[in-house]
């Protein structure tokens, strides 16, 4: 069992707080939603928590060991793998060299294989010439192989058809059913409430909701205001 | 003819320093996004680190291998430089800090080994190889070349075939992206500037003894590299390769005909700006379409 524990973080960008004061927690076999309308600050907590940028304030521990002053090397090995915005397949390998760079040694190419059959016939194509749908799959394969405690998946879903968001939207939920902690961050709520356990919602770098993802899934009203104003598909 | 023939041949030892020089340059920007004018300023630190154990009269090879270390280190030192300071900068600011680097290192270099003040380099491979249509091929430019391709076949396998190559080519791809995976970036990125460094070092003493060994000079055979490395426009070994050798043989005969000889140096310009322009057009032609 692990926990991934966020305490009182906060993240700058050039020097602005974008990020202010966010707690929450990610556990073995269970999905944290984390919503919010567009530039509330998601993708910039996501990359505080990696080590992309440098958290300026709070702590992150994963199963009592506190990451946050670590280089994102480091906390990938410590078992936390972080999903990008933007599919950041490496374009120039084929997808087969795209999931063995970060192979660790007791995982297998099959476990990547066998979440997204899909990617087998394209194994030797290079992931620059691959749909976005497959791009998104080859990423969380990807990231899966690194056999992390913890997952960040950052808009998996942003331009892709509803068929293939499910089908995403399936796996990650497996992905927890088999003990991974998830931490989803996406900006159109009904989807990842219908398959998630804990909800939270930020706007404007603070989290202003903390709750069961049923519980806000059945009140959209709530959620639109939780936006404020901004709408939620 | 027969004079032609010979300079051009004679120009072969500087073409494959040119072509490993360039063929070094094109590794580090394909691996670390660096267009690296220090390349040959590392190689000459390492040249005169040799230069200073022989006349101190320590035997050839360990001061050899000793300057080739020296080389390796210094090029280790630059690439941390970049990696600690400028991995998140533009290209340009890369290429405008190692210009930067490159004037520090020739001041230093020039102040260490006494300015104009001339050394003995010790010929390490003397004599020549074998006869092409009578005129003798040396050693050392079958050795350049052959280091040349050497290294442009081994880079090739050691991308494509080796786990190490694999996190490299990652690397380059998306930086970021690799990290997050657990690829030891900053140690990788210091293997490319240390593996440059010591190829550098070696295709340099080599060249040592046919140029005035002088830090300035030695330094500035950037110059020529970066050309060959534009003529495989910063992406293929092998055109780099074939540039490099060219451009050593066209200056080679540019030396015997009496009224150009005193503007060889300028050659390796001329070629870069040849490509330039062909590649404009190409851009210009895409845009058109
Ligand atoms: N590279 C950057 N430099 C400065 N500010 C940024 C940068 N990227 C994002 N921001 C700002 O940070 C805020 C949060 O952005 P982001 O974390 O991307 O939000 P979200 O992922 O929730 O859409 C926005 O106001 C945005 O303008
Ligand atoms: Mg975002």
Redesign the interface.
Known sequence: MSRFVISDLSVNRAELPVVSKVSLVAESGAISVLLGANGAGKTTLLEGL?G?IPVAGGRIELDGREIHKA???LR??EGL??V?QGR??????TTE??L???LSREAEMAQAYDLFPELVQRRAVRAGLLSGGEQQMLVIA??LL?RPKVLLIDEMSAGLAPVIVTRLMNAVRRLADEGLAILLVEQFAALALSIGDRAYVMRRGRIVHDGECKALARTPDELHRLYLGTEAA | MDALLTSAVAGLTAGGTYALLGVCAVFTYRLVSVVNFTGAAIGTAGTFALIALTEAGYPTWPSVLAGILVGTFVGVAIGTIMTRWFAESSASTKAAVTVALLVGLIAVGLRLTGGQHPHVMPELFPGSAFRLAGVEVTIASVLTIGLAVLFTVLSDLFLNRTRVGLHLRALSDRPMAAELLGVKVQLLSLLVWGLTGAFTTFALMIIAPQRSPNFMTLSLLVVPALAAALVGLFRSFWLTLAGGILLGVIEGMASTVDSISQYRSAIPFLVVLAVLLWSQREARWDDAR
């Open positions: 990696s992309i280089r994102p090397g990938s090995r793998a972080h990008e950041t397949v490496f374009r120039q390998l060299e795209n063995k760079v970060g990807r990231a690194t």
